[in-house]
């Protein structure tokens, strides 16, 4: 019988479980942007009672709040003067790479710790920011990563850094966005810049590498700019087989996370891969962003070169950024500018589309029966995930988003461009 899910994949709504894990990594703790929390607030506005509290973070960064207990946990840069095009940007000081946790209950600022200074950044897009990578939290240690700029373990209690790398070398040439993961003592780190494409495992508890693998496919290209993707992976069982689902430009790979041994590959095109991949109906579900196939499913059995056993693929309205939501044999989706839509997670058949107002990079969320946008203009749409669409809310904030959303019980917790909020429905459950 096959192994449906270990961690980090799509669940369908489990009915009787009253609250999630911790919101530990980038799109939750299955990794998969769903909750299944009951209970969040569905209409809001700035001012309103469900506001509990809405802290500045100063700076520019675009990594996703993750929680543990009552701690809240991101990271920040300095806000940046760029030009229109990514040149190197021209500094009178050194850029600051911080690690922020406010207190859950308050709001407070509990640490902000200066982990990295970078004299000489490399290029990076002015759509992209130096603290990009969302940090995965577990017991006792955070992990942060700006890319090659650096990466950290700190204390959480004390803020201590436990341990850094910063020899993981890489022209990111539009910036880092590609987030860490932690399984089997591991942590995973992706790589896949201008210059070089690899991804590599260090030993949580020292920092220490325990492999590294380098891409080895033939790209078709000696642009290196045509190299470069953003993706954070995905960990699976199936057939009894772990396996590591990294996306990034022209194909995917999956490793064996133990080894790194690469077990399979499917060429798919593309390239500036960001979306997070999905797992169900004993597929794997991939967005690839730029090319001719920029949303695939294929099932993951196999080794070598299985392309040919792609399920489907399709390029109706898929995001490039936001991260799809799998839900049964249902797969919702926002796209950069503002589409929603539902497909058969099956056949790739379109059941409905619905343009919403605004700019999407954010990827959306799911729990208690609807899915929640976040728009770059501050524009929060809610909507039944269904087979009909029908919009129950919208709502807007003062600041826009392209970090992702998380939950922490009753609470959305949401990073704009300049606050960070805590948002909770008046006299719901406790």
């Not at 940046?80 to 308050?106: H, M, N, R, W, Y």
């Amino acid at each position: 019988m096959r192994f449906a899910i270990l961690l980090l994949v799509v669940l369908t709504a489990r009915v009787g479980i009253a609250h999630d894990e911790n919101w530990n990594q980038f799109r939750g703790p299955r990794g998969d942007g769903t909750s299944t929390e009951r209970g969040l607030p569905v209409t809001f506005s700035e001012g309103s009672p469900e506001i509990v509290w809405k802290t500045p973070v100063p700076g520019r960064a675009w990594s996703s709040p993750v929680i543990w207990g009552k701690q809240v946990w991101m990271t920040n840069a300095p806000e940046v003067v760029q030009g229109t095009k990514p040149d190197k940007p021209k500094l009178d000081k050194p850029i600051e790479l911080s690690a922020v946790c406010v207190d859950f209950d308050t709001g407070a600022i509990v640490h902000n710790i200066k982990l990295f200074e970078v004299k000489e950044p490399q290029v990076t897009h002015p759509t992209n920011t130096f603290a990009s990578p969302t940090p995965y939290v577990e017991e006792g240690r955070v992990y942060v990563h700006f890319g090659a700029y650096g990466t950290a373990c700190l204390d959480t209690k004390t803020g201590q850094t436990i341990w850094e790398r910063r020899d993981l070398e890489c022209d990111h040439f539009r910036g880092p966005g590609s987030s860490p993961v932690v399984y089997h003592g591991m942590l995973y780190l992706t790589f896949d810049g201008f210059d070089v494409q690899y991804i590599t495992a260090l030993d949580k508890m020292t920092g220490k590498t325990v492999w590294r693998k380098d891409r080895n496919i033939d790209y078709g290209t000696t642009d290196g700019d045509a190299k470069k993707a953003y993706s954070t992976p995905i960990l699976i069982q199936d057939e009894g087989r772990e396996l590591l689902i990294s996306p990034f430009a022209k194909a995917t790979i999956a490793y064996d996370p133990r080894t790194g041994d690469p077990i399979w590959t499917v060429r798919h095109g593309g390239m500036n891969a960001a979306g997070r991949p999905l797992f169900g109906n004993g597929l794997l579900y991939i967005t690839t962003a730029d090319g001719p196939n920029p949303l695939i499913a294929i099932p993951p059995q196999g080794q070598g070169d299985i392309t040919e056993r792609m399920a489907w693929r399709s390029n109706k309205s898929t995001p490039k950024r936001p991260s799809p939501i799998l839900l049964g044999d249902l797969l919702f989706m926002i796209n950069d500018g503002g589409v929603a839509s539902c497909l058969d997670a099956k056949t790739s058949t379109e059941i409905w589309t619905k343009r919403l107002s605004g700019e999407y990079w954010a990827s959306p969320l799911y729990a208690d029966g609807l899915i929640y946008c976040f728009a770059q203009n501050g524009t929060i749409p809610v909507f039944k995930a269904s087979r009909e669409f029908e919009q129950v809310a919208e709502n807007k904030l003062d600041s826009g988003f392209v970090a992702s959303p998380a939950v922490a019980g009753k609470s959305l917790v949401l990073r704009s461009k300049t606050h960070l909020y805590r948002i909770e429905k008046v006299g719901g459950e406790k």
